[in-house]
């Protein structure tokens, strides 16, 4: 991973590190795996997407990505509507080397 973290642009790099270092440990995992996954294919509007999605306080986050509380109608961005589906997954968050087979 550290020679592909190397081969990203700086941006990316920098969008992955806070995708991974959110402050708690739920939105680390669902966030930072959803990122981590799609960062080497993001186009320029989706990382913008992903930085505005970085923007929002992470209690927030989890409730919405949990399912606990609806998001907002004004922040259903497409980029919020695919983390929410990927979230949604069975195993959503885990890494693989955590996962069961």
């Not at 739920?26 to 294919?41: A, C, H, N, P, Y």
């Not at 509507?81 to 997954?89: K, P, Q, Y």
Request: no cysteine; glycine share 6%.
């Amino acid at each position: 991973m550290d020679d592909e973290l190397n081969e990203l642009s700086p941006r990316r790099r920098r969008l992955l590190f806070r995708a991974r270092h959110r402050g708690t440990k739920e939105t680390d995992l669902l966030i930072g795996g959803f990122v981590s996954d799609r960062i080497e294919s993001f186009s320029e509007q989706e990382l913008d997407e992903v930085e505005e999605l970085l923007e929002l306080p992470d209690v927030d986050l989890t409730d919405w990505l949990s399912g606990r509380r609806p998001v907002p109608a004004e922040l259903q961005s497409p980029m919020m509507l695919r983390l929410m589906e990927a979230s949604a997954l069975p195993g959503a968050g885990i890494p693989e080397e955590m996962r069961k087979n």
